[in-house]
């Protein structure tokens, strides 16, 4: 001790070694052998205490090399035979004033050489050939009266080569492979996941609980080489400001259903789907004559618009030539436009358009 100035110091150092290995130097704790439940001896490192000022620095370093490789540090729990291996934790002290609780910083080091990589940082919990392996879990601290922290994945830029990517990568397994979740956190609005442009640095596309937003981007590509499904338990909405385009393609699998007329009622037939055929109730439609057809169809409003052309008929020509739509119903008059009697009943294939 010193009643003022700097306190003594104590080097213990172990003799080199020429053309050989230097000697080790090694602090070990007392052994404890005997019945359960005893506890070995502790190794305690501490560094000097101030009431003012900055505390003592504990410095850990391994020998250097000049031609070969510098030495490990290694720090490792003890095994535990029938009971867990021991824990190892790495923590700052907890601050219960004014001020901030000391930061954690894990880093390998840099390097200035013209060929060779910095080292890697590796976090891996342990195999396990029978059980289940260890887990991995990154925890943000809560906050009581303030912001809780965020948790910041950064990869470093390049000058001359390719950015480094992210990758999240789930576990591959025979049975089920696992999953990647993304989850925002709950309050009383909910948080959303969101997509960066890297250079202007705002959102050009959000999902939450209730959209998928990419308004920010002027083209939004989906690409399957196979088929892409859009499914809703309630009603699917395709809406464009200048128009929705199906690009000269095919388009089919249409709403279709077919019903006779006078099955239920005469004069009445009652389909409930957007497309299909009606039959008539008529075999006989003379040349120049008319029927009444009351069309009742759930999917039909005083605004739609219904198109009708004839199908199958039998020596005539029966041609729709008055349609008037009212709620969930339509009355069609039909004209036989031939000169010649229907001998069969005949068709017509409607479509209805919202």
Sequence with gaps: SANSGVGGSISLTVGSGFGSVGGSFNIVGGHMIGNHNMVGGSVSIVSGFVSHGTGGEMLIESGHSINGSGGNVNIKSGYGKGQP?????????SHISNGSSGPITIESGDTTATSGDSGDVVIKSGDSSNTNSGSLNFSIGSSALSSSGDFNVDIGSSGDGSGGSI????????????????????????????????????????????????????????????????????????????????????????????????????????????????????????????????????????????????????????????????????????????????????????????
Excluded: W
């Design 167 to 354: 990758k999240l990568t789930a576990g591959s397994s025979s049975a089920l492979g696992g999953g990647i979740y993304l989850k925002p956190g709950n309050a009383g609005v909910k948080g959303s996941v969101y997509f960066v442009n890297p250079l202007s640095g705002s959102n050009f596309g959000v999902i939450s609980d209730s959209i998928i937003d990419f308004s920010g981007q002027s083209t939004v590509s989906f690409a399957s080489t196979s088929t892409i499904e859009l499914s809703a338990s309630s009603i699917l909405t395709l809406e464009g400001s200048n128009g929705v385009s199906f690009a000269n393609s095919y388009i089919y699998g249409y709403e279709k259903s077919t019903g006779t007329v006078g099955i239920a009622t005469p004069g009445e037939v009652s389909i409930n789907s957007q497309a299909g055929v009606i039959t008539s109730e008529s075999t006989s439609l003379s040349a120049g004559a008319n029927d009444v057809i009351m069309f009742y169809n759930t999917r039909i409003s005083p605004s739609s618009v219904i198109l009708i052309s004839t199908g199958k008929s039998y020596s005539c020509a029966p041609v729709a030539k008055k349609v008037h739509a009212a709620n969930q119903f339509a009355s069609i008059r039909v004209e036989n436009m031939d000169s010649t009697d229907c001998t069969g009943a005949y068709e017509l294939h409607y479509m209805v358009v919202n």
């Design 85 to 93: 291996s021991g824990s190892i934790t790495i923590s700052s002290s």
